[in-house]
């Protein structure tokens, strides 16, 4: 349970059938992680968590778990920060600490399942294996973010608001007079304060690396503080440019070697709507991937690279490269001009066959190509950059 009217309704819908109950709350991020951030507020949502236990007559305990994430989730989050690229850790909270450390220490009875408040369908196919499926809540599914939990732990987990809406979510904890259902609904990453700049907190974390902010036309812009301040296809105000999108700026690469970061004008310039990228690190749910992607073979999935966003039609293919830690590539290709989405290195990526989840991996390499003047001589050069380099 996170205090959440979510996992709150979860757990007043599973009281209503004869199972044994009892509920766990993770203790994730603690003011001694931080000198000067409070990260997530977990003593008050400690303290809703008892409250509907006590509500509901179900016994609570808390499990520590801030060491395991530091080490598992924020460490190395951190660390792909620093070198430019976007690493999403809630996919890898789920993977190593909800579904992973509390499973391994909350879990001992092997009968056991693990509830949560998760957005997301299970299927188990008369062959024996789980799927996960998308929710039918469309806007508020999270199967994005459960990507790479492996089928061992998906066997041993429920979601009862798979099937609702949201708005049937809200309706029904009101009804069922839930201490949280009026709660305000959390967002962004637990261990960043609401009401503040995420740059700022990387500050805290990450010495200050600053660089060269680059026009595609090589014309010297100004300077960046770190490669992390700004991801690919994010907006880069610039002093003096106007409101119109043809004007404004935004990040469409960053060179490691130099440091720098490079803009184009307007947010459909061709740099930014690439039409395929390669993956690595890939977590297949069902521990490989389908055979059709092997070979000369292709697949037809939909493709979702951000978790807030529709799926666009692709096609996954398995790469004849390898990255340079050896690791084996993917090819994803799809029309990135459709819905206007920027594949960002370090993002994660993951593949549907309709709403059937297959796995997920991080994008390695988003290939740009567009001519500029060299800085030197003024002669016309074509530039391929990528975040090669650093995977």
Same mark, same amino acid.
């Given at each position: ?103 391994? #220490?909350? +879990? ?5 399942? *693990?509830?949560? /408040? ?6 188990? @196919? &008369? ?126 690469? #960053?060179? +490691? ?5 490079? *803009?184009?004008? /307007? ?6 709507? @690439? &039409? ?116």
């Amino acid at each position: 349970m996170s205090g959440g009217v979510d996992s709150s309704l979860t757990l007043k819908l599973l009281s209503q059938q004869d199972l044994d109950l009892s509920a766990v709350f993770m203790r994730n991020w603690t003011s001694a992680s931080s000198d000067s951030i409070q990260g997530c507020e977990w003593e008050a949502d400690w303290q809703d968590v008892q409250i509907i236990c006590k509500q509901l007559d179900v016994p609570c305990r808390m499990i520590d778990l801030s060491r395991e994430y530091w080490t598992r989730v924020f460490e190395p989050a951190l660390e792909d920060w620093a070198g430019g690229l976007t690493p999403n850790p809630d996919v890898a909270c789920n993977k190593e600490i909800k579904f992973g450390a509390l499973m391994e #220490k909350g +879990l001992v009875d092997r009968n056991a399942f *693990l509830a949560t /408040g998760h957005y997301a369908r299970l299927e188990h @196919t &008369p062959s024996g294996q789980t799927r996960l499926l998308s929710a039918l809540d469309v806007k508020k599914d999270q199967s994005y973010f459960l990507s790479s939990v492996p089928e061992s732990k998906l066997a041993r987990s429920i979601f009862p608001l798979g099937n609702l809406q949201k708005t049937e979510v809200k309706r029904l904890a009101a009804e069922y007079h839930l201490h949280t259902a009026d709660r305000k609904e959390s967002t962004g990453l637990c261990f960043v304060e609401p009401k503040q700049k995420f740059t700022n907190f990387l500050d805290e974390f990450i010495p200050p690396n600053p660089g060269p902010v680059y026009h595609e036309n090589g014309t010297l812009l100004g300077q960046h503080q770190g490669l992390w301040s700004h991801a690919i296809g994010q907006r880069y105000k610039i002093a003096g440019r106007g409101a119109s999108n043809s004007e404004k700026m935004f990040v469409a690469g #960053k060179d +490691l070697k130099e440091n720098a970061i490079w *803009l184009v004008e /307007g947010s459909n310039h061709p740099a930014l709507l @690439t &039409p395929f990228f390669r993956a690595h690190s890939w977590s297949w749910i069902h521990e490989e991937p389908p055979p059709e992607v092997y070979a000369d073979g292709c697949l037809p999935v939909q493709i979702k690279i951000f978790s807030t966003k529709p799926p666009l039609p692709g096609t996954l293919r398995r790469s004849t490269s390898t990255n340079l830690a050896g690791q084996d590539e993917f090819r994803l290709d799809y029309d990135a001009g459709v819905l206007n989405q920027v594949a960002t290195p370090g993002q994660v990526v993951v593949v549907y066959l309709g709403d059937w989840c297959l796995g997920s991996g991080i994008i390695s390499e988003r290939e740009w190509i567009f001519e500029t003047p060299s800085r030197v001589g003024g002669e016309r050069t074509t530039r391929t950059r990528s975040m090669e380099e650093k995977v």
